[in-house]
Structures are given as structure tokens and as C-alpha cells.
């Protein structure tokens, strides 16, 4: 069992960045980019000039899009280390992103009342929600009252 962390957090202590190792890093970073609207910020370059990464802007982070030549490793449910990353979309952004992933060939593979989880193409877990702030009061009664609004299949 661990103890409590002792002194003070830093108040500059947030996510920095995620990596995604792909052997098809324009690929991926487009999926990103397509699917998520998210804002690319550099592209880095190996020594022989090749593409090895793309970074995007992920709401104060970067998802960094990292060249591997490990093969894809593949995560159903909760897995060892990291096996999801989930976006925080609208419920309406929900269901139009839904759409969007069905039409690229990444179905929605579950569903719960406020979250929907598909794969990116390599197979990374992913998942669209909009689970309710807790801090929103608004949405924390609708918690409290364990009911949740529904949404339309795609």
C-alpha cells in the first residue's frame, strides 16, 4: 500500500503530451486531424529526412504521432498500461462523430449512456464522450437522478 504524496502539487501540473507509435504516421496524424479537427503543430524529421512524427494540438496537449516499427499491439477491455484515450465531445458531436468513424471504417464497438468507443487505423482504443463534469450541477442532478439521455444509434 502507498502513502500519501507528501508537499504541495505543482499548479503547472497538466497532460503534456500523448504518443502513438504507427508505422504510417501521415496516415494516422490525418485521421486525427480529419476526424478530430485537430490543429497540427510541427512535423520532425529523422536525420535521413524522412517523416518521423507529426504533433497536434489536443486541447492544451500535444498527441504526438511517433514512426515505430513495432508491430500494432492490440488492447480489448482494460489492458496494461495505456489502452484508451477518450476525447470530450457534445452529445451531438457525439452522434455526428459516430457517423464519421462508421463512414472511415472504425464502427462503434460499444456504447454506454454517455460514451461510444471505436478504434483509430491502427486499432487504438478510442472513445467519444460526454460524460457529465460532476462540478456542473446541472448535469451532476441528472447523475443523481441515474438517468441519462439517450442517443440516436448512427
Same mark, same amino acid.
Given at each position: 500500500?502507498?502513502?500519501a504524496?507528501?508537499?504541495?502539487?505543482? $499548479?503547472s501540473l497538466?497532460?503534456?503530451?500523448?504518443?502513438?507509435?504507427?508505422?504510417?504516421?501521415?496516415?494516422?496524424?490525418?485521421?486525427? $486531424?480529419?476526424?478530430?479537427?485537430?490543429?497540427?503543430? @510541427?512535423?520532425?524529421?529523422?536525420?535521413?529526412?524522412?517523416?518521423?512524427?507529426?504533433w497536434?494540438?489536443?486541447g492544451?496537449?500535444?498527441?504526438?504521432?511517433?514512426? @515505430?516499427?513495432?508491430?500494432?499491439?492490440?488492447?480489448?477491455g482494460v489492458? @496494461?498500461?495505456?489502452?484508451?484515450?477518450?476525447?470530450?465531445?457534445?452529445?451531438e458531436?457525439?452522434?455526428?462523430?459516430?457517423?464519421?468513424?462508421a463512414? $472511415?471504417?472504425?464502427p462503434?464497438?460499444?456504447?454506454?449512456?454517455?460514451?461510444?468507443?471505436?478504434?483509430?487505423? /491502427?486499432?487504438?482504443r478510442?472513445?467519444?464522450?460526454?460524460?457529465?463534469?460532476? $462540478?456542473d450541477s446541472?448535469?451532476?442532478?441528472?447523475?443523481? /437522478?441515474?438517468?441519462?439521455? @439517450?442517443?440516436?444509434?448512427?
Amino acid at each position: 500500500m502507498s502513502s500519501a504524496p507528501t508537499g504541495v502539487p505543482p $499548479r503547472s501540473l497538466a497532460l503534456h503530451h500523448l504518443a502513438l507509435g504507427t508505422a504510417e504516421v501521415e496516415g494516422l496524424a490525418s485521421f486525427y $486531424r480529419e476526424v478530430f479537427h485537430l490543429e497540427e503543430t @510541427s512535423r520532425q524529421l529523422d536525420a535521413q529526412g524522412g517523416l518521423r512524427s507529426i504533433w497536434l494540438e489536443l486541447g492544451g496537449a500535444l498527441l504526438m504521432i511517433e514512426r @515505430s516499427g513495432d508491430p500494432r499491439r492490440r488492447v480489448d477491455g482494460v489492458g @496494461s498500461g495505456l489502452f484508451l484515450m477518450a476525447f470530450r465531445v457534445t452529445r451531438e458531436e457525439r452522434a455526428r462523430l459516430e457517423r464519421e468513424l462508421a463512414a $472511415r471504417g472504425s464502427p462503434i464497438e460499444g456504447r454506454t449512456a454517455f460514451t461510444s468507443y471505436a478504434r483509430d487505423p /491502427d486499432g487504438n482504443r478510442l472513445a467519444i464522450s460526454h460524460h457529465p463534469d460532476p $462540478r456542473d450541477s446541472e448535469l451532476a442532478a441528472t447523475l443523481a /437522478d441515474n438517468t441519462a439521455p @439517450s442517443i440516436p444509434e448512427p
